[in-house]
């Protein structure tokens, strides 16, 4: 029997996915998307670290299988709803529970990190958090009040979607809604520096990423009691992750399995 058949948590959650099994003893890693972003972006990346690490994607509504169902245009509510299907792993205390989020995923993860503090349980073990600011660093950005045109001169810009998906009008006019929900949740998305989780932190960004700095990334470190620590790729963008997948993913094994 499978990880995948074994697990009535999430066998029967719309909101986590998993793609390969794992060992029984496995820590879990929860993978957060961007803005637009669906479950199915991590699928390599369980691939490399299946059968160590137990990797459980979120899969947020309005997009692929979940296309019908209504669109969460708030943070706080995303974070809330995957609580929820999320706390069962926490609960279990005997094997690691770490998050990964890029971009509004990071922000996302934070905020359920939160609320797992909150319950009174145990922190996860890591937070990685991939191309974000800290959450309490904000810009002007009004980036979902722009017209069609105006919302896919962002994603070139960001080149976080295939340009033969960019290219077809037809698959990006189906995109679009859940792309512009997102954004307006992360831009309308605020924390006070105050705001602090238990879990050390780790910052992936790359050097030329637009939409976070160096100095708002060093700022996660005010959002943790914990260790603060960042890791810069050199030439990298938004999706630097998708340049070089196989140094990130060492990187996020070799954190996971020294602790």
Same mark, same amino acid.
């Given at each position: 029997m499978t990880a995948a058949t074994a697990d009535p948590a999430t066998a029967n959650s719309p909101w986590i996915r998993r793609y390969h099994s794992a060992l029984p003893t496995a820590p879990r890693l929860v993978c957060f998307p961007h803005a637009g972003g669906s479950a199915s972006f991590y699928f390599p990346v369980a691939?490399?670290?299946?059968?160590?690490?137990?990797?459980?994607?979120?899969?947020?509504?309005?997009?692929?299988?979940?296309?019908?169902?209504?669109?969460?245009?708030?943070?706080?509510?995303?974070?809330?709803?995957?609580?929820?299907?999320?706390?069962?792993y926490a609960e279990d205390t005997g094997r690691p529970l770490v998050f990964f989020g890029h971009s509004m995923g990071a922000t996302v993860a934070f905020e359920v990190a939160r609320r797992i503090q909150a319950a009174g349980l145990p922190a996860?073990?890591?937070?990685?958090?991939?191309?974000?600011?800290?959450?309490?660093?904000?810009?002007?950005?009004?980036?979902?009040?722009r017209d069609d045109d105006g919302l896919i001169a962002e994603l070139r810009r960001l080149s976080g979607t295939d340009s033969r998906v960019l290219g077809n009008e037809e698959i990006m006019r189906m995109a679009l809604p859940a792309i512009r929900n997102d954004y307006k949740a992360v831009e309308t998305y605020r924390a006070d520096s105050g705001v602090r989780i238990d879990s050390p932190v780790t910052v992936f960004v790359g050097d030329d990423d637009p939409t976070t700095s160096l100095d708002e990334a060093k700022a996660w470190? &005010?959002?943790?009691?914990?260790?603060? +620590?960042?890791?810069?790729?050199? !030439? !990298?963008?938004?999706?630097?992750?998708?340049?070089?997948?196989? &140094?990130?993913? +060492?990187?996020?094994?070799?954190?996971?399995?020294?602790?």
């Open positions: 691939g490399a670290l299946a059968p160590d690490v137990d990797v459980l994607a979120v899969q947020y509504p309005g997009r692929q299988d979940r296309r019908a169902e209504p669109l969460v245009d708030s943070v706080h509510a995303l974070a809330d709803r995957v609580f929820a299907d999320l706390r069962p996860p073990a890591r937070l990685f958090a991939s191309a974000r600011r800290a959450p309490s660093r904000t810009r002007p950005d009004q980036v979902h009040k470190n &005010e959002h943790t009691t914990a260790e603060c +620590e960042l890791r810069i790729f050199p !030439g !990298g963008g938004h999706f630097y992750l998708a340049d070089r997948p196989a &140094e990130v993913i +060492e990187e996020i094994k070799n954190r996971i399995t020294t602790g």
